[in-house]
């Protein structure tokens, strides 16, 4: 076993005892789930899949299929046709909450069920079958692997859905919702019983965790800003009413659903997922949760702590024929910059003022152009045989 699935083993050992919770009732094929699955799985910036436990049981996506399917909605509309329809606000309310904006009847936000049927509901197709086709196969894109949808969970779904379809006709009556609420409602059914595993949602979550390119596969999924923006909702909406404490306690964008998967994003560093049928209050996966704090806090994932690697650049000096080249390598941001300029002066104080320094900025693998500016300001000032290559 590597090193790193030890690590993973280890995790799953320790919160295997956990029973506490139960697995969704409302729909009668998720009661039937065994409760005493386990699974986890991580997938990092060069696509190695490394997982462990019950990593090939497939069960159904449910909820998580929402930011994937809100990715798609974004790709397609922009962010301001979807913000007309769909809040950016936590709801601080059940997921299955009977709540609209006062007025314009605007669900909360893409992760509640309201705000998920009413982004499903601006898919294009003609029907059901046309529009679920759509979804699979971004979601199929986001995991690599041509995706199915379990009948049987659909059906059991469709056919003890009134909540979702109250709310789907209470949007429809606002205009929230333009197409007739059983296309939007059939097809957000199955959209919810598309079958993953651990490994698939592992995936699924490290192309958001780099700007929507799947490591897996290399495919470019979505744009870099629309990954973006789906982080920035599931930080704030993904766990329902209880993503203010989830952020605060494991500080990664997440996403869960009722048949107990969970997965989270370490943006630049990896995709992670967890399984377990057994539900908390919330209706989160009371060992998934568990599962993603215990990783969060040993590998120092949480966003909100430092991360240095942001603000020290890779700086290397190498001695040239031509003279001293300073190489950067890495994030260039305002941070960085900063620490970059400090060690130029250092070296042009000891650099004779006749000799070339040459900044060579071409394996920058990002730069922002507020430090850039910074940077070619400072460097021409600094010494009078400074050149900057980008
Ligand atoms: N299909 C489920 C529902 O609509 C999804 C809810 C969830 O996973 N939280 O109720």
């Not at 809040?87 to 997921?95: T, V």
């Not at 490290?206 to 290399?218: E, I, Q, R, Y």
């Not at 990954?227 to 909406?237: N, W, Y």
């Amino acid at each position: 076993m590597d090193p790193i699935t030890a690590v993973l083993q280890g995790v799953l050992d320790e919160i295997r005892q956990d029973d506490r919770g139960a697995t969704a009732s409302y729909i009668p094929e998720l009661a039937a789930a065994d409760p005493d699955r386990l699974a986890f799985g991580v997938v990092g910036p060069r696509g190695r899949v490394l997982s462990v436990g019950d990593d090939h049981a497939e069960f159904t996506i449910q909820s998580i299929s929402k930011p994937f399917v809100l990715a798609h909605v974004l790709a397609e509309r922009g962010l301001s046709d979807v913000l007309d329809r769909v809040g950016a606000e936590p709801s601080g309310e059940p997921f299955n909450a009977i709540s609209l904006e006062e007025g314009s009847g605007r669900p909360a936000n893409p992760m509640v069920n309201a705000g998920a049927i009413a982004t499903t509901g601006m898919v294009a197709g003609s029907d059901v079958e046309d529009r679920t086709s759509r979804i699979v196969e971004t979601l199929s894109a986001f995991a690599g692997r041509r995706l199915l949808v379990d009948e049987d969970v659909y059906r059991s779904e469709s056919s003890t859905g009134d909540r979702n379809r109250a709310l789907a006709h209470l949007m429809r009556s606002y205009g929230i919702i333009d197409a007739p609420v059983d296309l939007a409602v059939e097809t957000y059914f199955r959209q919810c019983s598309i079958l993953v595993t651990v490994r698939d949602l592992a995936i699924m979550a490290s192309t958001l965790a780099f700007g929507g390119v799947n490591p897996v596969t290399d495919e470019r999924v979505v744009d870099e800003r629309v990954a973006r923006d789906v982080l920035s909702i599931m930080s704030s909406c993904g766990m329902y009413d209880f993503s203010g404490e989830w952020m605060l306690r494991v500080g990664l964008p997440a996403k869960s659903g009722v048949s107990g998967g969970v997965l989270a994003v370490a943006p630049s560093q990896f995709g992670v997922a967890a399984f377990s049928p057994r539900l908390d209050e919330h209706g989160n996966s009371v060992r998934g949760q568990a599962i993603v704090e215990a990783l969060s806090d040993r590998m120092g994932m949480h966003l909100l702590e430092p991360h240095e690697s942001i603000s020290q650049p890779v700086v290397d000096v190498v001695e040239s024929p031509d003279g001293r080249v300073i190489r950067l390598s890495g994030e260039l941001g305002y941070a960085a910059a900063e620490r970059v300029l400090a060690a130029l002066r250092d070296l042009a104080a000891v650099t004779p003022s006749d000799a070339v320094i040459l900044v060579d900025g071409r394996e920058l693998a990002r730069a922002h152009p507020v430090a850039m500016v910074a940077l070619r300001g400072e460097l021409e000032a600094l010494h009078s045989a400074v050149r900057f290559v980008e």
